[in-house]
């Protein structure tokens, strides 16, 4: 069969193009032209020429997509699948490998802490007793019941004021010069036991510095200037099982932990942990002049515990060395004196992959300090060092919160419990360090009537009786709600944290604040606090009544079925009810403010209801005044 190939037309001229296939046939006067889905005409003469469609589609020509090109196909999912995966495998392996990289530096650096050597203990002055504040209390005290016309009375109570305060001043005094006298003699005789090695001194001063070390360490005992030190070593089995490593064309990948580069890390921790153990009992303990330290360890066949190491380093090889990097660690091993050590040093040069405990019966005191540990439960000598060593103590939350010894007594405390002491002001012992809540009373709030109502942003002038003594009333119901004070300078920020007055501070240093406590009624809770506004420093410009969500609850204003402040004198009384946004957690109610008079050097106290809102809390309201919060 023969391939039979016709044109039909002749003098027939065929053009092709990426836009197809198209032909024509005539003279170039009067010239046909069709193909490529369009049909026209066209005429030439010289250098001119012109062209008309006269049918078939217009414009560009255009695949035609059939449905199965409409989305991507099987395999392309499947390769698009496969590449995710590879993605998320990859992130996972460098997550992974940064992760035992900071492992492999931390426990190998803590040899490079610094230690600030130990030094007679600095006690710091008592401060100077608030005369005006004490006086604005008495006053507050002295004034209530007392009519504002009957002057002969009013006069009387303010001298018995005047009175009272210049005592609670001088007894104060007294009592805070009497706890630094006591304090100055106990931090002498402290620092004299140290420096002058008692041993109880010593073990007790040791284990609390190394009670928040990687590896747990225990003093036992003190011979003379040496110190003896028995520390718990991590488990070589405990190591993990990868390494980070590269492949051969230079990428990050994680290898397997074979066991001689498992030894020289476990190694290089035990040098790392035995050099800061030694730097750091040196730095706390001034007169021990040598260190004579045991390392036990579980041994992986046996899993039974044994000596790792030991050896004795005295002070001046210790403090003479230089820490600066990660491998200085090994140091430790050079400068000691008869140290001995599981891992040894193969013909060839290389870390034995082995462990084997250490003989210690050549050393009489090693056994009988081992031998001096027992354990009812297990026939190992070394149990109970392992049980009270591997598990180091957590301390977090345990230790009891600080009190100030300096904190002053609140003047109705001192007034209501001076009638029964038998001299006009309490004695230095006789009262309680930390303040004690004002006793129950009735509140202005409670007792006065209705309350001018305040809106968002109105001030109004506070009176002379507020001025000296204002108590401020939160009453809430559905959540629990924290009642707190910024003292604010005026930039609007604190003078330091003590101008925060909250749950875990709850007094001003100088009394002029202080919350009173909190209280559950049929109503919901209510909590107070006092302001003395003539008692503040001269440099405070702004008092801030403040109302947080518990932070442990992470609730915010939603879940608040109401909320309002009280804020009253014996003459006036306030309330105000803010209307903040409900996902706020923390809100700015009031804030007490001073304002200049007319006179040079006049002043006087405003108050003005806010109702600002912060969406992070009690963090974010303290930090933005100024305050550092611990999160």
């Known amino acids: 069969m023969s391939l039979g190939f016709r044109v039909g037309v002749p003098g027939m001229r065929v053009r092709v193009s990426t836009r197809g296939v198209r032909a024509s046939v005539g003279p170039r006067a009067a010239r046909v032209h069709f193909g490529s889905g369009r049909t026209g005409v066209s005429t030439g003469l010289g250098p001119f020429y012109a062209y008309q469609s006269v049918g078939g589609r217009s414009g560009r020509t255009t695949s035609r997509r059939g449905a199965s090109s409409r989305g991507p196909s099987a395999a392309q999912m499947t390769r698009a699948a496969r590449t995710a995966e590879r993605a998320a495998q990859q992130a996972e392996r460098d997550a992974a490998i940064e992760q035992l990289r900071d492992l492999r530096r931390s426990s190998t650096s803590v040899h490079l802490d610094q230690w600030i050597p130990a030094s007679r203990p600095a006690i710091p002055p ?12 008495a006053e507050a005290m002295h004034l209530r019941g007392v009519g504002r016309l009957a002057r002969a009375q009013r006069s009387a109570a303010r001298g018995a004021a005047q009175a009272d305060a210049n005592a609670y001043a001088a007894a104060e005094t007294t009592r805070l010069a009497a706890i630094h006298a006591d304090l100055l003699s106990h931090a002498d005789g402290w620092w004299n036991a140290l420096s002058g090695n008692d041993e109880m001194t010593v073990l007790e001063t040791v284990n609390a510095a190394f009670a928040d070390n990687p590896a747990a360490g225990c003093a036992v005992g003190l011979d003379g200037t040496t110190l003896s030190i028995i520390m718990r070593q991590q488990d070589i089995d405990a190591l993990p099982d990868q390494t980070p490593s590269v492949t051969s064309a230079g990428r990050p990948t994680l290898k397997l932990l074979n066991k001689r580069d498992r030894v020289r890390w476990w190694l290089h921790i035990l040098a790392s942990n035995v050099a800061a153990t030694c730097r750091e009992a040196f730095a706390v303990a001034p007169g021990v002049s040598r260190l004579n330290v045991v390392v036990i360890s579980r041994f992986s066949d046996s899993r039974r515990l044994g000596v790792v190491l030991y050896g004795s380093w005295s002070r001046s090889a210790v403090e003479g060395a230089t820490w600066r990097s990660r491998d200085d660690a090994f140091r430790i091993f050079d400068i000691g004196e008869d140290v001995e050590c599981s891992v040894r040093t193969t013909s060839s040069g290389n870390l034995s992959t082995t462990l084997k405990p250490l003989d210690v019966d050549s050393v009489p005191a090693l056994v009988e300090l081992i031998t001096s540990a027992e354990d009812t439960e297990s026939s190992n000598a070394l149990a109970e060092w392992d049980e009270t060593l591997g598990n180091p ?24 419990s001076r009638s029964s002491l038998p001299v006009a002001f309490p004695q230095p012992n006789s009262m309680p360090l930390m303040p004690m809540p004002m006793p129950t009373r009735e509140y202005a709030s409670e007792s006065s009537g209705a309350a001018a109502e305040l809106a968002a942003g109105q001030s109004v002038e506070i009176p002379e009786t507020g ?15 924290d009642l707190s004070f910024l003292l604010l300078d005026s930039s609007g920020h604190v003078r330091d944290d003590r101008d925060f007055i909250f749950y875990n501070h709850h007094v001003a240093p100088d009394q002029s604040v202080r919350l009173n406590g909190k209280r559950l009624q ?3 809770l209510v909590e107070s606090g006092t302001v003395h506004a003539s008692a503040v420093r001269p440099d405070v410009a702004r008092i801030l009544v403040v109302a947080t969500m518990d932070t442990a609850s992470r609730l915010d204003f939603s879940a608040l079925n109401a909320i309002d402040v009280t804020m009253s004198c014996s003459e006036m009384r306030w309330r105000f009810v803010p209307a903040v946004e409900k996902s706020v957690r923390a809100a700015v109610l009031a804030e007490i403010y001073r304002r200049p008079g007319t006179t040079p050097g006049e002043q006087s106290w405003k108050l003005r209801a806010v109702g600002q809102g912060w969406a992070d809390g009690l963090s974010g309201l303290a930090r933005d005044h100024g305050v550092d919060i611990d999160d």
């Open 126 to 137: 008592p401060p100077v007793v608030n005369v005006q504040a004490a006086l604005a209390q």
């Open 393 to 416: 103590m957590d301390i977090s939350g345990q230790a009891p919160a600080f009190r100030d010894p300096y904190a002053l007594i609140t003047f109705e405390t001192w007034f209501a």
């Open 467 to 481: 001025v000296r003594q204002m108590d401020i009333v939160l009453h809430t119901s559905g959540a629990d709600v």
């Open 522 to 524: 049929e109503s919901g």
